[in-house]
């Protein structure tokens, strides 16, 4: 597993403090409320960023990140990723997983046929929907519940799925 952890994507800039748009990869956007720091990801280095403020906006989160004054400033952030030190993160119970640990993992049917990688995952209320694209760019959505996830194997990075009469 990496040492960080994916946060989140900046997508945009906000207003004209130079704060930042964040696509969030978690299902708790609030969590973000408990953050001091995150490091964003750029060509390849980490920089680290102290967050002054955060701020919500339809389900996207708002930073406003210290030394980040103007929106050109913010705009030369664009497009990176947001992440913070694994060992920050809390212990999660057995079964359940980081989002970011998800992410890019290639699901299969218990029949070994490749379906594509995990492109996303949303929060429903009720429970999670894997939002799986193959090669050519269809994307199939797959609940996460017991009867349709039956392995998530992170050391192999792979995700095993049994795929129920009528769900694709």
Do not use: W
């Amino acid at each position: 597993m990496e040492k960080y952890l994916e946060l989140g994507q900046i997508v945009n800039t906000f207003g004209i403090r130079g704060q930042v748009k964040v696509k969030p990869f978690t299902d708790d956007i609030k969590k973000f409320d408990t953050f001091k720091e995150i490091f964003v990801e750029k060509k390849n280095q980490l920089q680290l960023f102290q967050i002054e403020k955060v701020n919500y906006s339809k389900g996207m989160v708002i930073l406003k990140l210290k030394g980040i004054e103007t929106p050109e400033q913010a705009e030369t952030l664009r497009n990176c990723y947001i992440k913070m030190d694994r060992k920050n993160a809390k212990k999660l119970p057995e079964g359940t997983y980081y989002i970011a640990d998800l992410i890019g993992l290639d699901v299969y049917s218990d029949e070994e046929e490749l379906l594509g990688k995990v492109d996303y995952i949303y929060n429903t209320g009720s429970s999670d929907i894997y939002v799986i694209k193959n090669d050519e760019g269809k994307e199939i959505l797959l609940p996460a519940i017991k009867d349709v996830l039956k392995q998530v194997d992170l050391e192999n990075k792979k995700i095993i799925v049994h795929i129920i009469e009528g769900l694709i």
